[in-house]
C-alpha cells in the first residue's frame, strides 16, 4: 500500500517516527509530507532514514514530477499525525500552501488525522468546527486520547499511540470502519444518553458521579456516521458535542433525563442507554445551603430512582424497538464484574447490555474502554476494547443485526 504520512508542527511528532516504523514493518511504502514546522521538532535526515524517501515540506522540489499534485492522486491512503489545531484548520478551508495540504486537496484515497494539541485548543469552538467540517467529507478524525501533555499540562488532546493510529488507519483503507463503513443506519432515529446524572441536595451539592459523556458522544458520532438521525440526551457532559451530529437536549437529574429519553424514544428505532444513572436522590432538597454545625452531621435520607432502562425494555415505546444499556460494576466479594453485569442483564431486560468495568482511571474520565455485550438472558455476545469510538463502533456492529430481525 502507497501511505502518505504526514506530519504537523507538534512536539507529538517524535511518535509519528515510531508510526512511520510500525507502517514500514507492515510491508507498506511510506513517504513522509511533514510541515515547515514539523522539520523543526524531527529533521528530514530521519524521516528519510527511515522511509527510504524524499521528506520535504516544499511544493517547487522537484518540479518535473509535479509533486503536490502527484503525491496524492497515487496514494492509497493518507495519515496525519500528529495533526495540529493549524493543520485541521488549514485542511478544513482548503489551503494548499505547502505540500501536505496540496496532497490532501488532490487524494481520493481514505484520509486518517490524529489529532494532538492542548486541552483548550481541541475544544475551542473553531476546532469543533473544523473537525466536524473534516468528517462531514469524510475524513476519519481519531478522538485524542487523554493524559499528560506537554508540561505539567493533563486532559484530552494527547496524541494516541502509534500502534493505535496505525491500526486504526489500515482498518480505514480496508473500509471496515470509520466513515466508509457501510450506511447501515441510514433512515433510523437513535436515542443516546450519555454522561451523569446530578441529584441536588442543596443549592450547592448535588450526589453525582465521575461520566465524562465520552462514551455516549462516542456512541452518537458513530450513529450519525452510519447515517442514523441522533438525538442525544445529555447529562452534564464535559465534552465537546458536535450540533451536526445530534440533536442535543441538556438534561441534569434522573428525572429529566428520564423524561427525555422516554420523548425521544416514541419515534426511535433504538435507545443506547449509556449515561450513569444515579440509582438514589435525596428525600429531600434544602432550599438554603446546609450549614457545617458542631456534632454529627445530620444524615441525609434517600430514595430510590426509577429504573429508566428497565422501563424502557419493558414498555418498549415504538414496535421493534431495540433497547440497550451499559452497566458500569466494580467487582466486590459477592462476585466480579461480568457476573455482576449477567446478573442485571437479566434484571433489565434489555436486548443488550455493555458490561464495563469502572474505577480509578478506569472506564470514567479516560479515553479508552473495554466492555463486554451480554443479551437479556446475560449471554456473552460481543466483546470489544479500544478508544471510545472502536467500543461505539462495535456496539453499533452488535446491534444492526437486531435492527434486520426487528423488520424481519
Known sequence: MRILLGVSGGVAAYKAVLLLRLLREQGHRVRVLPTASALRFVG???????????????????????????????ADLVVVAPATADLLARAASGRADDLLTSALLTARCPVVMAPAMHTEMWEHPATVANVATLRSRGVHVIEPASGRLTGSDTGPGRLPEPEEIAATALEVARGVRGQDREQDLAGRRVVVSAGGTREPLDPVRFLGNRSSGRQGAEIAAAAAARG???????????????????????????AELRDAVRDAART????????????????????TKIKKTAGAPAAIELVENPDVLA????????????????????????????AHGRAKARRKGADLLAVNEVGDGVGFGVADNHVTLVDAE???????GGTKRAVADGLWDAVVPLLGAADA
Open 228 to 254: 442514523a438521525h441522533v438525538t442525544l440526551v445529555a447529562a452534564n457532559v464535559s465534552v465537546p458535542v458536535d450540533p451536526a451530529v445530534a440533536d442535543v437536549v441538556a438534561v441534569e437529574t434522573t
Open 44 to 74: 528530514a535526515p530521519t524521516w528519510e532514514a527511515l522511509s527510504g524517501e524524499p521528506a520535504t515540506a516544499e511544493v517547487f522540489e522537484d518540479v518535473p514530477h509535479v509533486p503536490h499534485v502527484a503525491l496524492g492522486q497515487e
Open 378 to 384: 446475560g449471554r456473552t455476545v460481543h466483546e470489544v
Open 311 to 338: 422501563e424502557l425494555a419493558r414498555d418498549r415505546l415504538r414496535a421493534g424497538q431495540v433497547v440497550v444499556g451499559f452497566a458500569a460494576e466494580t467487582g466486590d466479594a459477592t462476585g466480579d464484574v461480568l
Open 268 to 287: 426511535a428505532d433504538v435507545v443506547v442507554m449509556a449515561a450513569a444513572v444515579a440509582d438514589f436522590r435525596p428525600a429531600a432538597v434544602a432550599g
